[in-house]
């Protein structure tokens, strides 16, 4: 498959697209991202790497990270995770506090920024520096040492996140946060905060596509059985109130973040990464998951 | 792969479960099925057939022919149907008014009850005699021209299915039914009522396996990428509240019922159904759960 | 005091309010009737009668019945009433399922229509000839033997009336309904046809407002502290999603309908009706809301 | 009236109910009172005073000082108030997260938490030290310049309130405080902590009783009209969930605490006070309920 020519002519395709929908707005740091930016790149298990565009510019991966999270959160507590959240598709946009309450304080799915504050809970229980021990993971998943927290964004995010302290304290009020809220919220800032390429995502995702090799990544890991699963969840949950129409059009797991970028997996073949901050209406990438629609329809592969 | 000592394997692996969880006894007809049976059957699209158990008795397919319905309303209405109902998972019991209500009569996807009441109204206003050319359609799928309705359920269903008259009547309130609402939910009921083997199911879900494969049957025809899509539907929704954990546990899609059965889909791979009639109370039957997830575990085969 | 000259005062003062609004046009019937029409009648324990404007013009009392109704449920089930339903406000939309649903089919009060379908429900079990008997009831309590239900009203909301048809299925899924659906549905709509002027709602309300004097009218009859608790649900809930508007602004129980007709009571003092057909975005008539604030401020006489 | 004789009666008659339900335990200050205390007082416009049983002993007053919040509110913003907060029901649980998301952050009335909260933002607007102006008035209306704060309590309330915090942080999100969360939190538990008896809550609410004398404390001044439509919110919205259960069974406008506090109005007639700590399943005293409804049906007055 001539998969560098089919990545720029799904880029090219999507120019009509480059100036439609809004990029994050509500702090500064990623307002001041110039939107025009888009980039794609495409790892595959046998090692060739395809990019077009800006695929070497860093971005706040922000939900995106969350795959991350839930990796180290299934590595340490197994199947005892899901005593604490569920992993059900929402069915409801990605921040609402309605299903929260009528569940309890069981979030939905670790997908949904009340599931991650929850991972954030047990990491913080699990860690002396959860900070140092969440970053140590990805850089060795992206193998590449410079990959940082943006601190600003971090601080911004966390100084008008009125939503996520909403949440955090239903959480705390159904005894579904163990650790102080504030420490909480913070470390969940932080991992939101990191900034990636589309190229550093694709790599960090490539071994999410391999299950049959094992996953020992600075410390976590996770069996072959474990591997598939979390690529069960994306596929369900990825995409907020989008996952049902990112399946139906992709076709692939997959995370999105409202930084703009998506990364998706093809089990067994590869991890693709895209960017561009403008996002639709959902929260997701509009050049992103049109980019990905083409990619699975030109390539003709899918999980379907 | 030798399925046929696999699936034997998994069958007796579900022996501590025969007697988990209660039949559907909301209509008679349902509850004097004799519980203990459990059936497996599955079909390679090289042509293989394997089945253990009792894998020839018919039951109430119910839900499954929600899948039907689909690929003839898709067959009919093209990406029109989706100004009729989404394609989200709908992340509450399968019959809840609420979502209905707060997103003004526009059911969440095609698998929920409200969604297959507008795919009745919708094959309704498009054939003069339903109930034959949706049953030839099914026939013609199975391969099978014995199959039928069982319209003692069928007349049932009808006249105690309250919580179905009331999503009809909202429905109709705002808009979405456009015929009269008896006579689409006779139809309705009548679809569900449909008796088939999981040797028949697994006949007639093989062409959903296989996208390659122009799909035609008795004037139903779907694109590739309809088939496929098809497939991401019922990954993401075949389960109604226990979408993810059949994703997770299983990692196929497939589409369940309250008569016991569950018929699922490994693409370019094979189509497999199984059957019990006992649910656990989500509503899905329990050891055709436990059955297709040792079968995934087994083969070391999903989609992920 | 001089109601007389009150009264005249009250409704110049709605001229402006008089062409504000749209009249209810759900059905034919309802969009001709001319919506400039206004009238008012009060009617004191001490037997004065005060008369403003179109105040014997019949018009359709529609969720005024809701109030007979409750006088004769009571007075056949007294509180066994209330394990049928509840007593407290509903705090959202007047035909919501939500509530209904989460709450398990038992409707919150008497005037929300799921709480008077589950009246008419319990008239249908009690009577063999239930419109016979409510129509004798209200002829009695307006002292008018010429009061009549309109058939082609009842007919029409009837057969348009999917939301009610969708909460009267819900309550049967609940087991809350015990007769044929159909049945009941009837004779709630002819309830609400029923067709009144001002002066005879007046005359028909006046026995609510003394509780010391018995209460016995057809064969219903009503303890003391009934008649007192009948006003506390007027209070409470007679008015939709503005049952606290119109308890802040007018401070008098009572119970409005689409028809555009607002009854209420000053316990101990008199009985007032008011009608003009143009309605808020609450369900409630401008002009009477208006005329009803200005009464209780002009005369300073409110429960408060 | 032998008032004195029938308070006795009443408390009395609910010998059998004193034990029945469960003190407030969610923080160590209110579990630590003595749950088998009780106390009523009743004060009349024309200056008697009547008392039975611990009716001097000082209990948290918690929510019923929401009632002196909104005279505050009233008094500094008029009906501008009301663009801040609705005036109608709750319809549900009394710190419920869902009704106040779907209505974008408006709470439907100032005595549910949400409308407190808002409330307490208000005054932290207008005031430089809103806890002392706040004491003042509270102290001027009782007549005593010993009531004070607990501030134990407040502290232990803001300590463990994650509710309420959710509930802050959402409003915050949608824009409804304009203040620093922690320091309109704070304040808001100082309003909930102070400590009074029923005799001086008697007393203050003794001028919300009669709207035809000026309202003016310590610079608080409230018209005739705000007077009475304090009473009339007061009526709807005063008891939680229960409120058409309260205006049903004892028919006066009130509001109650989770301190086991309830205080009442007849309008131009009396205020009195009951307290008894244990509460009944929707956080009302179970004496206290019990004692206004005998108290209304033995004098056979209400406002009905």
Not at 29 to 54: F, K, M, W
Not at 294 to 299: N, R
Request: hydrophobic share 40%; proline share 4%; with cysteine.
């Amino acid at each position: 498959m001539n998969y560098q020519r089919i990545l720029e002519q799904v880029i090219n395709q999507t120019d009509p697209l480059v100036a439609v929908g809004h990029q994050a707005d509500y702090i500064p740091a990623l307002a001041e991202v110039n939107p025009d930016q888009r980039g794609i790149c495409l790892h595959t298990l046998s090692g060739e790497q395809y990019a077009v565009g800006d695929s070497d510019v860093r971005f706040s991966i922000q939900s995106i990270s969350k795959v991350f999270a839930l990796a180290m959160a299934l590595s340490l507590e197994g199947d005892n995770l899901w005593t604490r959240m569920g992993k059900e598709p929402s069915g409801t946009a990605f921040n609402s506090l309605f299903q929260l309450e009528l569940e309890h304080g069981v979030p939905r799915n670790p997908f949904i920024n009340a599931g991650a504050i929850v991972m954030a809970d047990i990491l913080v229980s699990h860690m002396l520096d959860p900070e140092h021990d969440f970053l140590a993971f990805v850089r060795r998943l992206a193998a590449n040492e410079t990959i940082n927290y943006n601190r600003l964004v971090a601080f911004s995010e966390r100084s008008t996140g009125y939503m996520n302290a909403a949440i955090a304290n239903l959480l705390k009020y159904h005894g579904n946060i163990h650790n102080n809220i504030e420490r909480v919220l913070q470390f969940y800032c932080m991992m939101c905060s990191i900034e990636m390429s589309c190229n550093e995502l694709a790599t960090a995702f490539l071994p999410f596509a391999d299950h049959l090799r094992p996953f020992s990544f600075g410390g976590v890991e996770l069996t072959s059985s474990q591997v598939k699963r979390m690529n069960a969840i994306m596929q369900t949950c990825g995409f907020y109130d989008e996952a049902g129409e990112f399946s139906y059009l992709v076709g692939l797991p997959g995370k999105s973040g409202v930084g703009g970028g998506i990364a998706a997996i093809h089990p067994q073949h590869y991890a693709v990464a895209v960017w561009s901050p403008r996002l639709n209406e959902k929260g997701n990438s509009v050049v992103g998951m049109k980019a990905l629609e083409l990619l699975t329809t030109e390539t003709k592969e899918s999980i379907f």
